[in-house]
């Protein structure tokens, strides 16, 4: 008899999209080396564009999102993973157009998975997901753009800072000894900044206090931007000479506005950073990192929720109101 599993589904109607969950055939899922069953998935932005049938996002309806997954693979037919290692599988289509971790399987190519490393739990693997392997890269393009500069008494900004891929640059920018300038919206989130290691809470209007285009005081030699709009053109204004701003998201619009000035005149740089179509090895350095320099303490920022909870997470992350990471139990 065929398999059945519990999935979060959305299905296109009149009146938008409809979230509810299923139970779905093992059978209907697509081809793929490894069948997975997944332990713990996590919430991002994206999962939340998919879920709710923004364009561009996810083409086919009915359909499970979940960019991120982490389990125990099943059935293997490929001689580098075996049943019952522990897997953690990442971008891709995986949650886009291949059904996603927000169901108790999926089945993937083995090209999209990678062991988890010792040293991290499935759980941490997924509080740190998508957002957390983002905020790794970002780090990592501004390291690999200036390694003649270090974080060690550096000055850094990171933008929407309370949400995933903020909330963990500004932790590990601030573990790598660099003083950290937190951008946010949300006025009530200072502790939990601090606590994170931000030196200092900026609002998005006091950024465009301190920050004046075309070209502004020098004061961050990096910057860390999932917003794009005028908080990029914002952050390129006031870099220190050779700084960089490694940016990933678009949560404030797709296009920003720069001059020319701060390329010419100090040299900065404007790293874009990828974490889905990326090399399968270049994500695993990201994790090993994680599990081992970079290891971080993510209780504060991690709430844990069912399948049947996530839709209200959904609303939240849609309406800008994310606050660090949700990690999804489908244990
Ligand atoms: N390139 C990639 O591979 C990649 C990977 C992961 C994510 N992303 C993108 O990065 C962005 C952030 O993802 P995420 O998962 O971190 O999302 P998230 O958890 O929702 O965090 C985004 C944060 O940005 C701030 N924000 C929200 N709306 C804003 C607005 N209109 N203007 C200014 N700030 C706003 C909020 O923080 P504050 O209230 O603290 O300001 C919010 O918590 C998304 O665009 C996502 O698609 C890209």
Sequence with gaps: MTKKFKALESVK?????????????????????????????????KDALSASGAPGVTRNYPHTPGIDAAGTIEESS?????????????????????SGGFGEYIRVPSSWAVNLPSG????????????????????KALDDHNSMRGFESSASIVTGS????????????????????????KDSQNDLLKGLGASEIISREQLSEVSRTPIGKTIWDFGVDVVSGNILTLLLASLKPGGAVACSGLVGGPSFESSIFPFILRGNALLGV??????????LEVWENFATDWKLDLSSLVKEVKLEELEDEISTILAGGQIGRVVVNLN
């Design 78 to 98: 490929n001689q580098n993973f075996k049943e019952g290692d522990s897997v953690i599988v990442t971008g891709y289509d995986l949650g886009m157009n291949t």
């Design 162 to 185: 309370t949400g995933g891929v903020g909330s963990i640059a500004v932790m590990l920018l601030s573990k790598l000894g660099s003083t950290v300038t937190a951008v946010t919206g």
């Design 13 to 45: 109607t009149d009146q938008g999209n409809q979230l509810s969950i299923i139970e779905r055939s093992i059978d209907d899922l697509p081809e793929g080396e490894l069948l997975i069953k997944v332990h713990y998935s996590s919430l991002n932005y």
């Design 120 to 139: 991290l739990s499935e759980k941490d693997s997924m509080s740190l997901g998508t957002a957390g392997l983002t905020a790794g890269l970002s780090i």
């Design 274 to 283: 990828d974490s889905v179509e990326i090399s399968i090895e270049k994500k």
